[in-house]
């Protein structure tokens, strides 16, 4: 009876084997239900050649800044035919390596993706750069309080645990919208979470503030906001 039962055996081996082979690795959705281990977005290092080349094409933030004094003449928008044509946040959102963790996770919830999918309504997207979200001490969706309440274990385990680690994602991701472009220099900025925000120029560079979060980059103007890459992340706690 031994033989039989060690073939199964090692056939049962070879399947799991070959199923943890060929699952895709890059897959850039975090996985839900969630994990404590970070998953594989967070692992992956960009390619830091291409997001090099890439950054080399973006206006250099000196030249954005320029645009922004005195407000630009009232363009009217008479082009609303064009609208289909031109492309929006949710079109290039995607395309950024350099930001491709959080464009990942602002796919995970419908209301966001909706928000920047909607030509009509104007956003700021605030994207923290891939290392920005890898370097944090804990997982963005995690909350130490969370910790406190449930213990180590219980936080996120289970339905509920599943759910909180969810709504923490989710918060985190709305944290880095602000409603509205133009964004200008000093204004009051709403996030999708509430939060209020404004930002200061310090010579050729941008902070948002509260938090003194350094701006990399525009990476993206299109007819419904702007992408702006951030150095670190907004209202972490
Ligand atoms: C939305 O953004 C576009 C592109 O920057 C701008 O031309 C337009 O005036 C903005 N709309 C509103 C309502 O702010």
Known sequence: MQPPLLTAALTLILIITLTLLTTPSTALTPPFPLRKRLPRPFLSTPHLRHDLHLQDTQPTLKQWLSHQNPPMG??????????????????????????????SLTRQFDS?????????????????RNSAIQELPRKPWENPEDYER????????????????????ERFVQAHVVTGSPWREGEEGRTLAGDRLRWERVEDKIYIQPGNVEV??????????????????????
């Open 74 to 103: 009232n363009k009217m928008s008479s082009n609303n035919q064009n609208q289909n044509q031109n492309p929006i946040i949710s079109d290039v959102l995607p395309k950024n390596r350099l930001i491709n963790i959080f464009a």
């Open 112 to 128: 966001i993706e909706s928000k920047l999918n909607d030509a009509t309504s104007n956003v700021t997207v605030l994207a923290p």
């Open 150 to 169: 449930f213990g180590e274990v219980g936080a996120y385990e289970g339905d509920e645990g599943q759910e909180r680690a969810k709504r923490n994602l």
């Open 216 to 237: 990399d980059s525009i990476a993206e103007q299109v007819s419904n906001g702007e992408v702006w890459i951030l150095n670190g992340v907004i209202n972490y706690r």
